[in-house]
Each structure stands twice: as C-alpha cells, then as structure tokens.
Nanobody
Framework: QVHVVESGGGLVQPGGSLRLSCAAS????????MGWYRQAPGKQRDLVAT?????????AASVKGRVTISTDNAENTVTAYLQMNDLRVEDTAVYYC?????????WGQGTQVTVSS
C-alpha cells in the first residue's frame, strides 16, 4: 500500500512560479514511476509530467520548458516535486500526484493551482 499526499498549490499571478510537492510513503520500493496530472473544471485529467526511479522524465507539450519534475528519496518516503515557472491562466487546475506500481496506481487528493491576475 502506498499513501500519497500533495501540497504547495495556491493562487499565483500570470508569469509567476509555484512548486508542488508529493510525498509517497508505505511500500515505496514497489513504485516504478511518479507523475503529476491536472484536471480543469469540465475537462478530463491530463498528464503534466512523469519520472521514473532512473530519472527518465516525460512532459506534456503544453508545459515543456516551463515545468520540471524531480524526486528526492528518503528512507521511507519518496517526494516528487513539480517546479512550475511562467505560469499561465490556462494552467489553472487541480493538480494530482500519482505513484505507480506494476499492479496499481495510487492517487493523492489533489491540490488547487489558480493562475489569475
């Protein structure tokens, strides 16, 4: 079992930056990827970025060059960060973290990011 908790969302002006954090705990040795996804009102949940334990990353075209995903491993916790720069109004959404194993995905509760002047 893996427990996932996100933090770091908030209100930011266009052009600003935010860093989201996602702490995964439990049977973390089974995790083979971590990722960030977002869902705007009335839209489907879309990929933002993913990272593997080896450090291989993948970004959505809409955020490439503005967003960086990274991880930090502690004894019982894996933390995935999402550094977001040059934020745009269209980045407004609930951001969800996912910790993936070979058998299932574990999702956090989401954190709201609002980009507005």
């Amino acid at each position: 079992q893996v427990h996932v908790v996100e933090s770091g969302g908030g209100l930011v002006q266009p052009g600003g930056s935010l860093r989201l954090s996602c702490a995964a705990s439990g049977t973390i040795f089974r995790i083979n990827s971590m990722g960030w996804y977002r869902q705007a009102p009335g839209k489907q949940r879309d990929l933002v970025a993913t990272i593997t334990p080896a450090g291989s990353t993948n970004y959505a075209a809409s955020v490439k060059g503005r967003v960086t995903i990274s991880t930090d491993n502690a004894e019982n916790t894996v933390t995935a960060y999402l550094q977001m720069n040059d934020l745009r109004v269209e980045d407004t959404a609930v951001y969800y973290c996912k910790a993936g194993t070979y058998t299932r995905a574990y999702w956090g509760q989401g954190t709201q990011v609002t980009v507005s002047s």
